[in-house]
Structure formats: C-alpha cells, structure tokens
C-alpha cells in the first residue's frame, strides 16, 4: 500500500483550548478509512486542519498529489490549493447551486477543476472534453436519470449525492466525506452505503469518513480511528476498534459493552 494523507504531531489550540492535539496519522490507499468519536472529540477540526480551512499551530500535514508523486507538504496551503493538489470534502450540510441542475451543478466543478474560464451555460456546453467528463461523473454516480432536474426540488438524499459528484470532478487522491448519511431515512442510508462501495471499487481515490451511524462504520471501513479530546483513542480493524473497552467508554456508552 501507498502512503497518500499524512499528518505529524498535529496540534491545533484556541487559546487554552486544544482541538487537535499531537495527532499523527497516516492514511494509505486501498482502504477506506472511518474517523470516530463523541461530540467534541476534534473531527470537523481535524478536516478543516487537512484541507486547509485551518491552519495548525503546530505540525505538518502531507498529501501525495498524483500516482508516482512523492508527499507534498500542504501544511501551510490554502484550501483551493490543497483541493487542487488533489483532496476533496463533502460537508455535513449539502453544499450545491440550489437553482441549476445537477448536471450544471457537476459542470461548474468540472469546469473549476480544469482552471477554464468558461460560460457554463453556453461555450462549456460546447466543449466536447468536459460533457464527456461530465456524463461520465452523472453515470458513475447514478444521477444521469435526474441530470436535468433543478436541484432546489432533489430529495435530501439525491442532493448528498450530487455533491459526491461535485467533489469527484476534481479527481481527487483522497476524499474526505463529512457525515455522508446525515439525515437520511433508511432507504437513502443503504443507497449511500452502496455508492460508497461501488465507488471505493471502480476509482483510485481513497475514502475517509466520518460517520455517527455506527452500523454504516462497520459496513464499510476497512479501518477505524477514534479521537477522544482530540487525540487518537485507538486505531485498527472495526472487530479490534469497535470492541475495544476505551471506545465503548468513550464513544460507544458502557450499556452497549
């Protein structure tokens, strides 16, 4: 396996209060890897530490860019920069244009993506290079029956998948998946899961999840890590991490032992 995510003794503080504290990780490819804890345990700070959207007070995070590429050290990067060096997040809020259609919703990004300054709605639809990329993203996301629905009326579960749509248009190395079945009723829940699988199977990127649902953790992590105040609880397989006595004290409740 390859080493493609990286953080060394990262450490984030707001004034006497540390977020992130020490955390040294490293993610390889082929393997889908979930990030737990309790409310407060540094996850959404432990994203916005890798993608940019915060800077740490101290360590270093690195990113491998392409296949052969060595790790780049995107510690001090802004997010665009870090998003174009190849990592790339969904949100637990959906983050789309509400008034277009899915289809131009994953053209815009496409279009980001390939730093073309371009019309979507005309001269983009012209260009043969991004519809083919565009139908290929609508297909492998299974959104190519609702490609010319206004997204402002998508169920809550199809505007999740868009947006895994709008965050693979930029091809990334790793992708960073925010609660990805947050608000969603059963049905939505299991065709997400599914995507996931489908979509760890066909591509080269790597997955990182987040995820309070812990039956969708075991489904589909290869690996769990846990923090707790913002350090690394514990780190391993689901059967070694889910029954491991610190996580049920921490994260899980004790009744569920």
């Known amino acids: ?34 990030i737990i804890g309790p409310n407060g345990a540094g996850k959404t700070t432990f994203y916005n530490l890798l993608t940019g959207v915060l800077q740490p007070t101290t360590g270093s995070i690195w990113l491998r860019s392409g296949v052969e590429d060595d790790l780049a050290d995107v510690t001090d990067a802004e997010p665009h920069q870090v998003a174009q060096a190849g990592l790339s997040r969904s949100y637990q809020i959906t983050n789309i244009f509400e008034g277009l259609t899915v289809r131009e919703n994953v053209r815009v990004a496409r279009i980001s993506h390939e730093g073309t300054r371009l019309d979507f709605r005309s001269r983009a639809t012209g260009d043969e290079s ?11 996301t299974g959104l190519t029956h609702i490609a010319d629905t206004p997204c402002d009326t ?62 969708v953790v075991t489904d ?15 780190d391993g397989t689901p059967e070694d991490v889910l029954t491991d006595e610190r996580v049920t004290e921490a994260y899980l409740g004790s009744d569920s032992a």
């Open 130 to 140: 991004v519809e083919a990329d565009v139908e290929e993203l609508l297909d492998l």
């Open 1 to 34: 396996m390859t080493t493609v995510l990286k953080a060394e003794d990262l450490r984030k503080q707001f004034g006497e209060l540390t977020a992130v504290d020490n955390v040294s990780i490293e993610i390889d490819d082929g393997n889908i890897t979930s």
């Open 220 to 234: 589909i992590s290869d690996r769990i890590v846990v923090l707790a105040e913002g350090a690394i609880l514990a």
């Open 154 to 215: 998508l169920s809550h579960g199809e505007k999740r998948t868009v947006e895994i749509a709008l965050a693979l248009a930029i091809e990334p190395n790793v992708f960073l998946m925010d609660e990805p079945t947050a608000g969603m009723n059963p049905t939505e829940v299991a065709e997400i899961v599914s995507l996931i699988r489908e979509l760890d199977a066909d591509l080269d990127t790597t997955f990182v999840v987040t995820e309070h649902n812990m039956d």
